[in-house]
């Protein structure tokens, strides 16, 4: 499966972005597509996460309450609305498969290219 990362972009604090992940090739319902960042000098983290099939999800602390993600089954995409953000959640934001529910990147074995957020102050 293929992923493209799309809908960075700098935003001022309190802002909104919504980030698009678009899945190409061999989709399965037991899938599992996490959203993760990686800010400069310091180690990628898990963001958010969706079963393609049952559409269950999961958030970091950092981010629950804030953003939301979603899919679009019939556009094999993974939407991830990010709301109230801060100059903390500036980073490259990546999609990427899974075939199981995991919150460590060494578990995705398919990647975007990643887009960027910038939040000003």
């Known amino acids: 499966v293929q992923l493209q990362a799309s809908g960075g972009g700098l935003v001022q604090a309190g802002g909104s972005l919504r980030l698009s992940c678009a899945a190409s090739g061999r989709t399965v319902s037991s899938d599992y597509v996490g959203w993760f960042r990686q800010a400069p000098g310091k180690e990628r983290e898990f963001v958010a996460g969706?079963?393609?099939?049952?559409?269950?999800?999961y958030y970091s602390d950092s981010v629950k309450g804030r953003f939301t993600i979603s899919r679009d089954n019939a556009k094999s995409t993974v939407y991830l609305q990010t709301n109230s953000l801060t100059p903390e959640d500036t980073a490259v934001y990546y999609c990427?498969?899974?075939?199981?529910?995991?919150?460590?990147?060494?578990?995705?074995?398919?990647w975007g290219q990643g887009t960027q957020v910038t939040v000003s102050s």
């Open positions: 990427a498969v899974s075939s199981r529910t995991s919150y460590r990147a060494t578990d995705f074995a398919s």
């Open positions: 969706i079963r393609w099939g049952s559409g269950s999800v």
